[in-house]
């Protein structure tokens, strides 16, 4: 047997280990590590040059062993702030068992999620504060903040989901979320491939 969390709740009070229970896994993504994902590259390579190099997002995952019946669950943190025109975003991705759902919950902040399937439909929802989001099966997901403090985000996805990052790395997502007169607006992306 795979070792296994024991049943917990805790209060949410957005320190990581009371809302995870414990995490065993933790990354911290910077405008370094997403140059192919954010669409203004001269402003990218501006911000680079300038010796900035900030920190776009974080994550904390309780991962469970890559077993079908297990649930990975945790918290993504994205900061504040634009590049050129467009708010900073996660990567996002297709799930690499791509007939896997997943569920997201805005624990704090204001933020957009960006949805899309390789057939060329997309979507977007609100997703920030109390706002619960489902990404069906099939779906690339990119979550962006839209607000002026941190976004906190909880998901849950089946452990043998996996990712790919490839395809959007690749081709990117088919909307950008940019600011316009002070507030967000979805615009297509011109490079979408
Ligand atoms: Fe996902």
């Given at each position: 047997?795979?070792?296994s969390i024991e049943p917990f709740s805790n209060?949410?009070?957005?320190?990581?280990?009371?809302?995870?229970?414990?995490?065993?896994?933790?990354?911290?993504?910077?405008?370094?590590?997403?140059?192919?994902?954010?669409?203004?590259?001269?402003?990218?390579?501006?911000?680079?040059?300038?010796?900035?190099?900030?920190?776009?997002?974080?994550?904390?995952?309780?991962?469970?062993?890559?077993?079908?019946?297990?649930?990975?669950?945790?918290?993504?943190?994205?900061?504040?702030?634009?590049?050129?025109?467009?708010?900073?975003?996660?990567?996002?991705?297709?799930?690499a068992k791509e007939g896997t759902a997943e569920?997201?919950?805005?624990?704090?902040?204001?933020?957009?999620?960006?949805?899309?399937?390789?057939?060329?439909?997309?979507?977007?929802?609100?997703l920030g504060q109390g706002q619960v989001g489902?990404?069906?099966?099939?779906?690339?997901?990119?979550?962006?903040?839209?607000?002026?403090?941190?976004?906190?985000?909880?998901?849950?996805?089946?452990?043998?989901?996996?990712?790919?990052?490839?395809?959007?790395?690749?081709?990117?997502?088919?909307?950008?979320?940019?600011?316009?007169?002070?507030?967000?607006?979805?615009?297509?992306?011109?490079?979408?491939?």
């Amino acid at each position: 047997m795979p070792e296994s969390i024991e049943p917990f709740s805790n209060s949410l009070n957005y320190r990581i280990r009371s809302v995870l229970g414990k995490y065993n896994l933790k990354a911290e993504i910077r405008l370094s590590n997403l140059k192919a994902f954010f669409h203004y590259k001269n402003d990218v390579e501006k911000m680079l040059a300038g010796g900035k190099d900030p920190l776009i997002y974080e994550y904390y995952e309780n991962s469970q062993p890559r077993v079908e019946g297990n649930l990975n669950f945790g918290v993504t943190i994205i900061y504040p702030g634009k590049v050129g025109k467009e708010y900073f975003l996660t990567r996002g991705h297709y799930h690499a068992k791509e007939g896997t759902a997943e569920v997201y919950y805005g624990l704090k902040g204001v933020g957009i999620m960006v949805l899309q399937t390789k057939k060329g439909e997309s979507k977007w929802i609100q997703l920030g504060q109390g706002q619960v989001g489902y990404v069906p099966p099939f779906w690339a997901h990119r979550t962006v903040n839209t607000g002026k403090k941190k976004l906190y985000i909880l998901f849950a996805y089946p452990s043998d989901s996996g990712h790919d990052y490839g395809t959007i790395k690749q081709k990117g997502f088919s909307k950008l979320v940019v600011e316009e007169r002070g507030r967000p607006k979805i615009v297509d992306n011109p490079s979408f491939t």
